[in-house]
Every structure is written in C-alpha cells, then in structure tokens.
C-alpha cells in the first residue's frame, strides 16, 4: 500500500501516513509543506481513522 510521509513538526522523524487529506493531491517528486484541519469523526468505521483531514492551505511545494 502507498502512503504518505510526514512531520508535524521540522525537527521529528518521519512517520508514515496512511489517510487520505480530502481537498489534497500527491504529485510524485515534490515535498509539500501543507496546512490541515483535523476532525474527529463520531462512530468511525471499524477499519478507518477516528479522524478527518481536510488541506486548509498548501504552503509550498519543493521539487525533489
């Protein structure tokens, strides 16, 4: 399975992200800084998040 790597934060590690960010389109061969809004979703499906991302902001997109 395919997902994405990300960092909260500058200084962690990289974590691997397996749920989809609605409104957000991977490009291979970019690194993208993006801003999203977390939900919690109420009775989530057994083998899904608890948890809704939504891209409020692309801040950049760097080519790698």
């Given at each position: 399975?395919?997902?994405?790597?990300?960092?909260e934060?500058?200084?962690?590690?990289?974590?691997?992200?397996?749920?989809?960010?609605?409104g957000f389109?991977?490009?291979?061969?970019?690194?993208?800084?993006?801003?999203?809004?977390?939900?919690?979703?109420?009775?989530?499906?057994?083998?899904?998040?608890?948890?809704?991302?939504?891209?409020?902001?692309?801040?950049?997109?760097?080519?790698?």
């Amino acid at each position: 399975m395919k997902c994405l790597q990300v960092k909260e934060k500058p200084s962690e590690n990289w974590t691997n992200f397996y749920s989809n960010i609605e409104g957000f389109t991977y490009e291979p061969g970019y690194e993208y800084v993006l801003q999203v809004k977390t939900e919690k979703i109420e009775n989530p499906p057994a083998d899904g998040s608890s948890i809704k991302y939504t891209l409020v902001k692309q801040v950049s997109k760097t080519k790698k």
